[in-house]
């Protein structure tokens, strides 16, 4: 299957600034990335799609300014929290799928903590 | 009510006992996975399937079409097997719809 990496793997900031999480695909062409959110002791919830060269469509009740994704290429595409606060500390996951889609790798994911 | 139905949400079991996990969904899919995502965080696809039933080393998936529900088997449990086991449906060309989860302990 393909490797996907994240990076960075946790990261801590304060209350106010923007992180930006990043999601490769290191060998396969990702056509499609789908971002996901995960709370403590709760299940994957989708956040985004996003297809390449394309803006991502953004799940109900994601605030799509506040959550900037970027999918320039088969290989890369960010998540960038903007102004994060405290309430958007979690467990954040990329996948990638081919034009296939077969089947969808999934990253080790990203644990933000906002203070 | 979920879309997607796992039972139980927490299975605690000795090391060696055969394992099931049920997965039961209300909706059309084209196809259905079982993941494994281990206390990091990690998660591992183990099975896509669509029909009939699958295996590879000690896990088992199968899926019933008709009835709307899908089993993960494990055979032969063992510790390293703890973890949180995710059934999830593609709905459409691409979403995955998630179940919640189920917590597997396996005891030595």
């Known amino acids: 299957g393909a490797v996907v990496s994240q990076h960075p793997s946790w990261v801590i900031c304060k209350s106010g600034t923007s992180v930006k999480i990043e999601c490769r695909s290191l060998?396969?062409?990702?056509?499609?990335m789908f971002w996901y959110r995960q709370f403590p002791k709760q299940s994957l919830m989708l956040m985004a799609t996003?297809?390449?060269?394309?803006?991502?469509?953004?799940e109900q009740g994601v605030e799509k300014d506040k959550f900037l994704i970027n999918h320039a290429s088969l290989t890369l595409s960010t998540l960038t929290v903007t102004s994060a606060h405290p309430e958007d500390s979690s467990f954040y996951i990329c996948?990638?799928?081919?034009?296939?889609?077969?089947?969808?790798?999934f990253g080790p994911g990203t644990r933000l903590l906002v203070l | 009510k979920n879309e997607v139905e796992q039972s139980p949400q927490n299975l605690t079991a000795q090391e060696g006992e055969f394992i099931t996990i049920n997965c039961s969904y209300s909706?059309?899919?084209?196809?259905l996975h079982w993941l494994q995502q281990h206390p990091g965080g990690g998660i591992v696809s183990l099975f896509m399937?669509?029909?009939g039933k699958k295996k590879h080393g000690r896990l088992i998936a199968t899926i019933n079409i008709q009835e709307k529900h899908s089993s993960l088997h494990i055979t032969a449990s063992h510790p390293r097997d703890s973890a949180v086991y995710i059934c999830?449906?593609?709905?459409?060309?691409?979403?995955?719809?998630f179940g919640q989860g189920t917590r597997l302990t396996i005891n030595p």
């Open positions: 996948s990638v799928t081919g034009v296939l889609r077969e089947t969808q790798y």
């Open positions: 060998d396969f062409q990702a056509t499609t």
């Open positions: 996003s297809n390449e060269g394309s803006k991502a469509t953004y």
């Open positions: 909706v059309g899919i084209s196809a």
């Open positions: 399937l669509s029909s």
């Open positions: 999830a449906v593609f709905q459409g060309a691409q979403k995955l719809v």
